[in-house]
T-cell receptor, first 113, second 115 residues
Framework: DQQVKQNSPSLSVQEGRISILNCDYT??????FLWYKKYPAEGPTFLIS?????DKNEDGRFTVFLNKSAKHLSLHIVPSQPGDSAVYFC????????????FGGGTRLMVKP | KAGVTQTPRYLIKTRGQQVTLSCSPI?????VSWYQQTPGQGLQFLFE???????NKGNFPGRFSGRQFSNSRSEMNVSTLELGDSALYLC??????????????FGPGTRLTVL
């Protein structure tokens, strides 16, 4: 039972345009959501997070939107740059589950020059 | 501030052997979590340690174990290795979660290959 799903395994975007990565979850106990970026053979790098008490969080070119009623979150990257090409994972945690993160399967983003 | 370090970075073992992986968290971080990444199952939570105690455990067999030392460094051990244990093992550290803003920071991982 996948509690966190990223339904698009890959996404290709032109440099300078917007990249939108989506993530759905089923566990209503999740209250904290994170996005990580990962290159092969490296550990995930934290990008941005959002708590369930918010519906939007921005950090530079990255914005995360949370729609609790739809159990859906998205990561917007504007403008997209070739260096953004990587695998992006969304992750979620429950308040009473310590630091245990449940990850989605990842979306490979390719930004073309 | 130095990041999370993991040793060794690469390891080759044969079936039936056991292996120990090490993780040093970011200075001041007291929670250490371990994850396994495989092509088939993705990133899966193994366990979390805080103050030398296991606080959470994922759905893995008892062959997977870990511990944490008083300096917050952590080790994980896999006994009786199987081919399916070949994976990237990731360690993450954070302050213990007591707010909605704690974030886990990952090390580079240990690539384990079981032959």
């Amino acid at each position: 039972d996948q509690q966190v799903k990223q339904n698009s395994p890959s996404l290709s975007v032109q440099e300078g345009r917007i990249s939108i990565l989506n993530c759905d979850y089923t566990n209503s106990m999740f209250d904290y959501f994170l996005w990580y970026k990962k290159y092969p053979a490296e550990g995930p790098t934290f990008l941005i997070s959002i708590s369930s008490i918010k519906d939007k969080n921005e950090d530079g070119r990255f914005t995360v939107f949370l729609n609790k009623s739809a159990k859906h979150l998205s990561l917007h990257i504007v403008p997209s740059q070739p260096g953004d090409s990587a695998v992006y994972f969304c992750a979620a945690s429950e308040e009473n589950a310590g630091n245990m993160l449940t990850f989605g399967g990842g979306t490979r983003l390719m930004v073309k020059p | 501030k130095a990041g999370v370090t993991q040793t060794p970075r690469y390891l080759i073992k044969t079936r039936g052997q056991q292996v120990t992986l090490s993780c040093s968290p970011i200075s001041g971080h007291r929670s250490v979590s371990w994850y396994q990444q495989t092509p088939g199952q993705g990133l899966q939570f193994l366990f979390e340690y805080f103050s030398e105690t296991q606080r959470n455990k994922g759905n893995f067999p008892g062959r997977f174990s870990g511990r944490q030392f008083s300096n917050s460094r952590s080790e994980m051990n896999v006994s009786t290795l199987e081919l399916g244990d070949s994976a990237l093992y990731l360690c993450a550290s954070s302050v213990p979660r007591n707010s909605l803003t704690d974030t886990q920071y990952f090390g580079p991982g240990t690539r384990l290959t079981v032959l």
